[in-house]
């Protein structure tokens, strides 16, 4: 009789990755305790007859794992698929197989999830959430906690489906010339996206003025600026902020210090107006 897993414990299977993805987190061992979480109500349902069977499939998901966790949920889909066909016999799935499976999508959904989620959709939504709580209004933040909770939860819920359904079909998508496609493409948008925050949010301007010997301004460097080229020191810090975390490889701590710094300086030396230093 053919084993077919039924739609709670599929459930069962999503929650405990939504929830749990993170379970037992170590540098050594990153998401693999997740991913057995995960897996534990699939295999008790396929293999409650024999525990021999039940460990052997769950050993499967001892080996390391670490993906973009939103995204990441397609591939505990897909192997859920798997392990179901492993489960009523089909040849040629088997501990390499899903292993070798697992091991060849977690960097490329890694790569297209982090473009996709974290350079794309939490800066959409942080810029949103931002301009409600202008005035120091609650609404921005309330709507961020909602409206992330649920895109993640039914995002993950209907990739984890999908990659149960479409199984190693889906490895092709992911991996193949479409999946290069699509990462380059949210990386392109991810930029863009990333550039109108910075554009929006993100405000340096200087005070440096010269004085005659009347005591009359006769150069406003801020005015030159916004005549030559509007927003051109905030650009400046930016892409030297990139530059120092994604070139220099320092971390976003030491950077912001850094600027705390050249802020202090900028301010004793009449560079920047202390109102105006952020």
Not at 245 to 269: D, E, I, Q, R, T
Request: with cysteine.
């Amino acid at each position: 009789m053919e084993k077919k897993l039924s739609k709670k414990t599929l459930l069962k299977s999503f929650h405990n990755w939504y929830y749990g993805h993170l379970t037992c987190f170590s540098q050594e061992h990153m998401q693999t305790f997740g991913y057995l979480c995960a897996m534990l109500p699939l295999a008790e349902e396929l293999y409650a007859d024999d525990e021999e069977k039940k460990a052997e499939a769950m050993n499967t998901y001892t080996a390391f794992f670490n993906t973009e966790p939103q995204l990441g949920s397609v591939v505990v889909g897909i192997t859920a698929g798997l392990e179901e066909a492993r489960a009523n016999g089909e040849e040629g799935v088997d501990d390499e197989t899903i292993n070798g499976l697992r091991a060849g999508l977690m960097g490329p959904v890694a790569g297209i999830g982090d473009s996709l989620i974290v350079g794309t959709v939490i800066p959409i939504l942080l810029g949103i959430a931002l301009g409600m709580s202008t005035g120091g209004s609650p609404l921005g933040a309330i709507f961020y906690m909602i409206t992330w909770n649920l895109f993640a939860y039914f995002g993950m819920r209907f990739l984890y489906f999908k990659g149960y359904q479409l199984g190693g079909k889906a490895v092709e998508f992911l991996i193949g010339t479409q999946g290069e496609s699509i990462r380059d493409s949210v990386s392109i948008l991810g930029g863009i996206v990333i550039g109108a925050v910075a554009a929006t949010w993100v405000s340096v301007t200087t005070s440096f003025t010269l004085y005659n010997e009347a005591g009359e301004a006769y150069l406003v460097l801020q005015d030159k600026l916004n005549e030559v080229l509007p927003g051109s020191l905030t650009a400046a810090f930016v892409l030297v902020c990139w530059y120092l975390m994604a070139k220099k490889k320092m971390s976003p701590v030491m950077v912001m210090l850094l600027l705390v710094v050249v802020a202090f300086v900028g301010v004793f030396l009449g560079f920047f107006n202390p109102g105006l230093a952020y």
